[in-house]
């Protein structure tokens, strides 16, 4: 038996402590690595948002989060798509949008 060491996971982790260390721009450059390596990763992409709506970048923003609500729901992971649509942060840069974004049941 072998352990299997998840790179990508690791590397979101790294991307979430320069988020909160207020390196933005760093965060920002490490979870393109991330989604390089897995442009399917809800997690990433959801920080993503957050960083770019801080910037002023609401329509990238939105895009990021739409995706990775998307597939949070593709995946079924309820947790995952919470994470993404209840952040208040996150919810602001949908405040003008004319798609509301909805939780599937």
């Known amino acids: ?4 060491l998840d ?3 690791i590397t979101w982790r790294l991307a979430e ?3 909160r260390s207020g390196a933005s721009a760093d965060a920002l450059e490490t979870l393109d690595q991330v989604l390089q390596d897995n442009p399917r990763h809800s997690c990433a992409l959801t920080l993503c948002a957050e960083l770019r709506h801080k910037q ?3 329509e990238l923003a939105e895009a990021d989060l739409r995706q990775a609500l998307a597939l949070a729901r593709e995946f079924g992971a309820k947790a995952l798509e919470l994470r993404a649509a209840h952040q208040p942060k996150r919810r ?3 405040q003008h949008t004319t798609k509301p974004i909805r939780l599937t049941a």
Do not use: E, I, P, V
């Open 1 to 4: 038996m072998g352990s299997r």
């Open 56 to 58: 002023g970048r609401a």
């Open 17 to 19: 402590a320069q988020a």
């Open 92 to 94: 602001l840069s949908l």
């Open 7 to 9: 790179l990508g996971l």
